[in-house]
């Protein structure tokens, strides 16, 4: 390939974009104990880190063409170093929330769709599908390297350094980015904010009814929040199911009001029409539901393996380590399989591993952990993400014509972040929940005395709050317990523990089952190149 040099900047810019994400999963116990916050404020940051990047990618990728793309990638650069470098000085969740949920994800909105649309511009033919596949290996290598990067500098040093050397990385990129060929005029258009606050307030609605469902229940309300003492449950409904309808709404007039705009000769946020492309329609659906799993799985492992069995944060990166081998061996197996398997066909290997890998893993989840078969179920896990990662970058941008190569990077953008959102909101939501349920049965169905259940069920009335398994019993005895009473209640916690996991794993099985009916579109013929003409609905194939 030529000028190996452009692919490495932006891909130096995609491995920081992916490796927040993962450093801060693997080090969840440690910044609750620094910030002095809990797992559920922590699951709340993380999605909001990838939401607000689901929220504005489209918004992000209009202004790559108002902009032009490099300044947006630069622009956006400057701006997610201020944000880690804000984080990295955090003396609260609050701060922490402000930098990386909010401002990192708001740099990361002109970063994404602008690799993606740049590598379009810069390379041709089987090099731009080489350039995409390096993309995906460099995403893959991020999460695999951020266990083990976030473990080993959080457990030796502090979690805030991994946010230091990201301002260094992303100040290197902005100084190189002079040698990125930005060949596509900029638009002089007019971006409606009217879209941007229907798609960004539908979007933050849906995954926010979610990330609440825990507290306030999916349908039958729960713990409702309360104004002036009365509970906010409109006919009796959970405000989960208001939050997710009205936000559903919002994006079936979002993309109603696109139409509109095309109709009156003006330009939309998003190009609806897109939609009708199937290979992209497709490609899109399956790498949501690819980030769903991987978010949902970075959040429940990590909470599994320091809450449950007391790992630091480097054990955990070192049990996650099969997977990230796994993740970039694969990533490069699956773009050599590319030159004789259709993407189709590997992505459907990809889906049917991630749903053994799954199941292996559901096994795995004991008070002792079953090392071996978990071992091979994260190996299993990397497989198939490496072998997804390989093809559906590509897929998706050369589904579409040279003019909505930024549009389709927004697009892939939303969907990897939304899902990535979902993933934790929804899996974290199902864990969580299932703990409170769990607990309050086992602490019901107990030998303990009738005096103890009555104090449990009234201090875990509003939730249950993940704590270190090994503490149950310190809490205990603080708040009056005996010695034998509050071994017995550790015992069923770490066993409401251990069932909350396996609901959280049954989901990821359900999903990763579903993700392989979204992939009916993907090519069934090798695809080498995209159509620079306006017709781009089919992508060229051998």
């Known amino acids: 390939m030529k000028r190996w040099n452009v692919v490495f900047v932006l891909g130096a810019a995609q491995f920081v974009m992916v490796l927040d994400g993962t450093v801060m999963n693997v080090s969840i116990?440690?910044?609750?104990?620094?910030?002095?916050?809990?797992?559920?404020?922590?699951?709340?940051?993380?999605?909001?880190?990838?939401?607000?990047?689901?929220?504005?990618?489209?918004?992000?990728?209009?202004?790559?063409?108002?902009?032009?793309?490099?300044?947006?990638?630069?622009?956006?650069?400057?701006?997610?170093?201020?944000?880690?470098l804000i984080t990295a000085v955090s003396p609260s969740v609050g701060f922490l929330f402000l930098g990386w949920s909010i401002i990192e994800g708001l740099g990361a909105v002109l970063v994404i769709p602008?690799?993606?649309?740049?590598?379009?511009?810069?390379?041709?033919?089987?090099?731009?599908?080489?350039?995409?596949?390096?993309?995906?290996?460099?995403?893959?290598?991020?999460?695999?390297?951020?266990?083990?990067?976030?473990?080993?500098?959080?457990?030796?040093?502090?979690?805030?350094?991994?946010?230091?050397?990201?301002?260094?990385?992303?100040?290197?990129?902005?100084?190189?980015?002079?040698?990125?060929?930005?060949?596509?005029?900029?638009?002089?258009?007019?971006?409606?904010?009217?879209?941007?606050?229907?798609?960004?307030?539908?979007?933050?609605?849906?995954?926010?009814?979610m990330l609440q469902s825990k507290t306030w229940g999916w349908v039958i309300p729960l713990h409702a929040?309360?104004?002036?003492?009365?509970?906010?449950?409109?006919?009796?409904?959970?405000?989960?199911?208001?939050?997710?309808?009205?936000?559903?709404?919002?994006?079936?007039?979002?993309?109603?009001?696109?139409?509109?705009?095309?109709?009156?000769?003006?330009?939309?946020?998003?190009?609806?029409?897109?939609?009708?492309?199937?290979?992209?329609?497709?490609?899109?659906?399956?790498?949501?539901?690819?980030?769903?799993?991987?978010?949902?799985?970075?959040?429940?492992?990590?909470?599994?393996?320091?809450?449950?069995?007391?790992?630091?944060?480097?054990?955990?990166?070192?049990?996650?380590?099969?997977?990230?081998?796994?993740?970039?061996?694969?990533?490069?197996?699956?773009?050599?399989?590319?030159?004789?398997?259709?993407?189709?066909?590997?992505?459907?290997?990809?889906?049917?591993?991630?749903?053994?890998?799954?199941?292996?893993?559901?096994?795995?989840?004991?008070?002792?952990?079953?090392?071996?078969?978990?071992?091979?179920?994260?190996?299993?896990?990397?497989?198939?993400?490496g072998l997804l990662a390989s093809q559906l970058g590509n897929v998706n941008m050369s589904s579409v014509s040279e003019k909505d190569t930024s549009e389709a990077g927004g697009l892939q953008g939303v969907f990897q972040n939304l899902g990535s959102s979902l993933g934790t909101a929804l899996i974290g939501s199902l864990l969580i929940g299932a703990l409170s349920t769990s607990f309050a049965s086992g602490v019901a169905a107990s030998d303990l005395p009738s005096e103890v259940r009555t104090t449990v069920s009234a201090a875990t009335d509003r939730g249950v709050t993940v704590v270190p398994a090994a503490d149950v019993v310190g809490i205990g005895e603080a708040a009056g317990l005996t010695d034998t009473e509050a071994t017995e209640l550790a015992g069923i916690y770490r066993e409401s523990q251990l069932s909350s996991l396996r609901v959280a794993f049954v989901g990821l099985i359900v999903i990763s089952l579903l993700s392989i009916l979204f992939s009916r579109g993907i090519p069934a013929e090798a695809m080498i190149r995209r159509r620079t003409g306006a017709d781009a609905s089919e992508p060229e194939r051998t």
């Not at 080489?130 to 695999?144: E, H, L, P, Y």
């Not at 100040?171 to 638009?187: E, G, H, K, Y």
């Open 114 to 209: 602008a690799i993606a649309a740049l590598v379009a511009d810069n390379y041709q033919g089987r090099e731009r599908a080489t350039a995409f596949a390096v993309i995906g290996a460099v995403s893959g290598a991020a999460v695999a390297a951020g266990p083990l990067i976030g473990g080993a500098v959080t457990t030796y040093s502090s979690w805030r350094f991994v946010f230091v050397a990201e301002v260094v990385i992303m100040l290197i990129v902005v100084l190189c980015a002079r040698i990125i060929t930005d060949s596509t005029p900029r638009q002089m258009i007019r971006i409606d904010i009217g879209s941007v606050l229907l798609s960004s307030a539908g979007l933050v609605l849906i995954v926010f009814g």
């Open 29 to 84: 116990s440690t910044v609750v104990t620094d910030l002095d916050t809990s797992v559920a404020a922590m699951q709340a940051a993380i999605t909001f880190y990838t939401l607000t990047m689901a929220a504005f990618m489209l918004f992000g990728a209009k202004l790559g063409d108002v902009w032009g793309r490099r300044r947006a990638f630069v622009i956006g650069s400057c701006v997610y170093a201020l944000g880690s």
């Open 225 to 385: 929040p309360e104004i002036a003492g009365v509970p906010v449950a409109p006919l009796g409904v959970s405000l989960t199911a208001w939050c997710i309808g009205l936000g559903a709404t919002l994006i079936t007039l979002f993309i109603r009001w696109q139409r509109r705009l095309l109709r009156d000769g003006r330009s939309p946020l998003m190009q609806p029409d897109l939609f009708s492309i199937t290979t992209l329609r497709s490609g899109l659906s399956v790498l949501g539901a690819q980030y769903t799993v991987t978010a949902g799985l970075f959040f429940m492992v990590p909470v599994y393996l320091q809450m449950t069995l007391g790992l630091d944060a480097l054990e955990t990166g070192i049990k996650i380590f099969p997977l990230s081998v796994a993740l970039v061996l694969f990533s490069i197996v699956g773009t050599a399989l590319s030159r004789r398997w259709s993407p189709r066909r590997i992505v459907r290997v990809g889906q049917s591993i991630l749903v053994l890998s799954a199941v292996l893993l559901l096994g795995s989840i004991t008070e002792d952990l079953r090392g071996v078969l978990f071992g091979i179920g994260m190996f299993l896990t990397g497989s198939a993400l």
